[in-house]
T-cell receptor
Framework: DGGITQSPKYLFRKEGQNVTLSCEQN?????MYWYRQDPGQGLRLIYY???????QKGDIAEGYSVSREKKESFPLTVTSAQKNPTAFYLC?????????????FGPGTRLTVL | QQQVKQSPQSLIVQKGGISIINCAYE??????FPWYQQFPGKGPALLIA?????SEKKEGRFTISFNKSAKQFSLHIMDSQPGDSATYFC???????????FGTGTSLTVIP
């Protein structure tokens, strides 16, 4: 089955710790995205990548970092610098960038900071 | 600043009724307007999308109405069913850009 997998589904972290969220796709898509979803705020773009070894900041990149060493993988690290990291994180991919390309979303990871 | 404003925040409709969700935008450079459907604990999935060269697009029970002059677009769900209960997001983007701007979402509940 083709699709996007995110792991883990639930993640708990203590304050001051960095944590990495996994995102893998086997759709052969060039572009990948990370969004944060908070109640009443919709989806906000953290980072996106158009191609391997390239990525761009979105609207709320502060406190986050990413890498794109392989086409199918786009991990997101939530650093201790992120002031309010508790949220639902969604990874997406599309054939390419450009707005007529549908974005396919993974099932999400719910991060809770204790 | 919210680039796309969505209303209502929540909506309760009787089975068989019409559900209507509205979105408005300011940036006239936007030229693609998708709607996404999200079930609890899942990622959003594309439901239907429209470009501004048409005023309406229909797919089954789902219709997008688009008013370019008013910079508004809406989702109509005809004959709403309990299985339609989900959160719906509108979005907008520019063909020259790489970013989708999402509305804040509408939680739809269809009562049997």
């Amino acid at each position: 089955d083709g699709g996007i997998t995110q792991s883990p589904k639930y993640l708990f972290r203590k304050e001051g710790q960095n944590v990495t969220l996994s995102c893998e796709q086997n759709l052969n898509h060039d572009a990948m995205y990370w969004y944060r979803q908070d109640p009443g705020q919709g989806l906000r773009l953290i980072y996106y990548s158009q191609i391997v070894n390239d990525f761009q900041k979105g609207d709320i990149a502060e406190g986050y970092s990413v890498s794109r060493e392989k086409k199918e993988s786009f991990p997101l690290t939530v650093t201790s610098a992120q002031k309010n990291p508790t949220a639902f994180y969604l990874c997406a991919s599309s054939i390419g960038t450009g707005n007529y390309n549908e974005q396919f979303f993974g099932p999400g990871t719910r991060l809770t900071v204790l | 600043q919210q680039q796309v404003k969505q209303s209502p925040q929540s909506l309760i409709v009787q089975k068989g009724g019409i559900s209507i969700i509205n979105c408005a935008y300011e940036n006239t450079a936007f030229d693609y307007f998708p709607w996404y459907q999200q079930f609890p604990g899942k990622g959003p999935a594309l439901l239907i999308a429209i470009r501004p060269d048409v005023s309406e697009k229909k797919e089954g029970r789902f219709t997008i109405s688009f008013n370019k002059s008013a910079k508004q677009f809406s989702l109509h769900i005809m004959d709403s069913q309990p299985g339609d209960s989900a959160t719906y997001f509108c979005a907008a983007s520019k063909n020259t850009g790489n970013q989708f701007y999402f509305g804040t979402g509408t939680s739809l509940t269809v009562i049997p």
